[in-house]
């Protein structure tokens, strides 16, 4: 039987199928975006959301090592309709009560259904609609949509990327993945190693204070930028009295004023900006500290992304002498520890692998597309959120060198003009397509690997789709030019088909 005929069959056991104009998969930072715009933009559309977990939040709901917090500041990281008061840098609590504060002020719990993991989406081009199914506690679902706005993030939430070593079922200490962090495990007094050299490993180690010593074992440096966790512009006009609406502006406006400023430095004078990082590093670690080969990386500064440490806390550690930096290929996995390839052996009763994450596209869901299964690595995408040959989806993806959020903010006012538009013209389907002058495009991977490289992104490449040369054909990453150009989108172009 294919897919359309148990669709069908379903439809025939469950005739009162949910239908919504717009579904929303997720209940994260993009989701809950989503449904707040579509709910002032499109007052007349019906949407739902569905969540795989039993709570809002996404990441922050999934990520539990200690010291969890943001890695960007949260003037940008939130919502530009819900002002932010409080540190730059905040808690996963504090982002957590941020967006139960969205979901309390729009009413949106009444639209998010928790726990429904989506398995299967089906496009069906004869009922023009989405059906999509999955589980939950009462059992399996079906919901059908119009439309279909995938906010389910990026990356798997509940299994981390794990390396293969050698010896590791010879360690007779406690091995954790910093992403399947355990309610229950105790360092007091332990000696612990943290492998990876990230921003999970510079939020973990300063936040264990209770072990006993932590040796952070990198293969490769990362460059670091420690600064305080407060803002001096807002905290200011708030002193001043300015009415928060007004600091909130004022304040996101100037950090992504200065964010562009080192991004576009990064590019024209990268060697001076690596410069200024290590000197920030000296600083805090102390001229006899080697930088070299700690804090040295191979590549540019942005290149990957640069790892924040709030007041230099990372820093402070290692000059208290209480974290020690070990820099170099693990051999292998020993019944005490590790064993360095220079032969340094390592003993620990806690190993913790902060060592990045599997990406996720589109949430691992089954598509298909009348029938035909779906392999997003066949499509080119349509400015990182559309993809050729897929009807009536938008798919939220955000910057890597500017706030996630940032993005949401943009997509969903694309999305609510473009659902507006359809409306206007008495259509019932969207899709982008290649235009002729498209056609002898070179296709190329969905980044550029001399753009920006991380490792769990290189894993994944061949699974993405791909993108052209031209703007409209690639997520270019660069939020300061995007703002600009989607208002001016023009939906009437030749590469948006309707039906």
Not at 138 to 167: D, I, S
Not at 406 to 430: E, P, S, T, Y
Request: proline letters at 7%; a negative charge; hydrophobic letters at 40%.
């Amino acid at each position: 039987m294919n897919v359309m005929a148990i669709e069908a069959a379903r439809a025939a056991a469950n005739p009162a199928t949910e239908h919504v104009d717009v579904l929303i998969v997720g209940a994260g930072i993009s989701g809950l975006g989503a449904a707040k715009h579509l709910q002032d933009q499109c007052p007349g559309k019906s949407w739902l959301i569905l969540e795989a977990f039993e709570s809002y939040g996404g990441t922050w709901w999934s990520h539990r090592y200690p010291g969890i917090r943001s890695d960007s500041d949260l003037y940008t990281f939130g919502y530009r309709f819900k002002p932010w008061v409080g540190p730059p840098i905040a808690t996963r609590e504090e982002i957590l009560k941020y967006l139960g504060e969205v979901i309390a002020e729009n009413n949106l719990a009444r639209g998010i259904r928790y726990r429904h993991r989506v398995e299967t989406a089906s496009w069906d081009s004869t009922r023009q609609r989405w059906t999509l199914t999955g589980t939950s506690p009462e059992g399996p679902f079906t919901v059908t949509a119009n439309f279909l706005w995938m906010c389910q993030g990026y990356y798997r939430h509940l299994k981390g990327y794990m390396p293969e070593w050698e010896g590791m079922s010879d360690y007779r200490g406690i091995l954790v993945h910093s992403m399947e962090w355990p309610e229950d495990l105790d360092l007091k007094d332990r000696n612990v190693i943290v492998i990876g050299s990230g921003a999970t490993a510079a939020t973990i180690v300063p936040n264990i204070p209770e072990a006993r010593h932590v040796w952070v074992v990198q293969r490769s440096p990362t460059y670091f930028y420690p600064a305080p966790n407060r803002n001096d512009l807002a905290d200011t006009m708030r002193a001043l009295g300015v009415p928060e609406p007004v600091v909130h502006e004022a304040t996101r406006r100037k950090i992504l004023h200065d964010q562009d400023v080192i991004c576009q430095r990064c590019f024209q004078e990268p060697e001076l900006v690596r410069s200024e990082l290590l000197t920030a590093a000296r600083f805090f670690l102390g001229d006899d500290y080697p930088i070299d080969p700690h804090f040295t990386p191979r590549y540019r500064p942005w290149q990957q992304r640069l790892a924040y440490i709030p007041d230099g806390d990372m820093f402070l550690g290692i000059r208290s002498g209480r974290v020690t930096m070990v820099t170099g290929e693990i051999e292998r996995f020993t019944p005490q520890g590790l064993r360095m390839k220079d032969g340094t052996e390592l003993a620990a009763d806690v190993i913790v692998a902060a060592t990045g994450f599997n990406l996720c596209i589109l949430g691992d869901i089954a598509f298909t597309i009348d029938g035909r299964p779906l392999n997003f690595a066949d499509t080119v995408t349509y400015r990182g959120m559309m993809f050729t040959g897929v009807p009536n989806m938008v798919w939220i993806f955000g910057y890597f060198r500017a706030s996630w959020t940032l993005r949401v903010d943009i997509v969903a006012d694309f999305v609510c003009r473009l659902l507006n538009h359809m409306d206007a013209k008495g259509v019932r389907q969207v899709e982008v397509a290649l235009r002729p002058e498209d056609h002898n495009m070179p296709l190329l991977p969905w980044i550029d690997e001399e753009n920006f490289n991380p490792n769990y992104l290189k894993r994944a490449l061949h699974l993405l789709p791909k993108r052209g040369n031209k703007p409209e054909w690639q997520h270019n990453q660069d939020y300061w030019r995007e703002k600009d150009e989607f208002p001016r989108i023009d939906l009437d172009d030749a590469a948006f088909r309707y039906r």
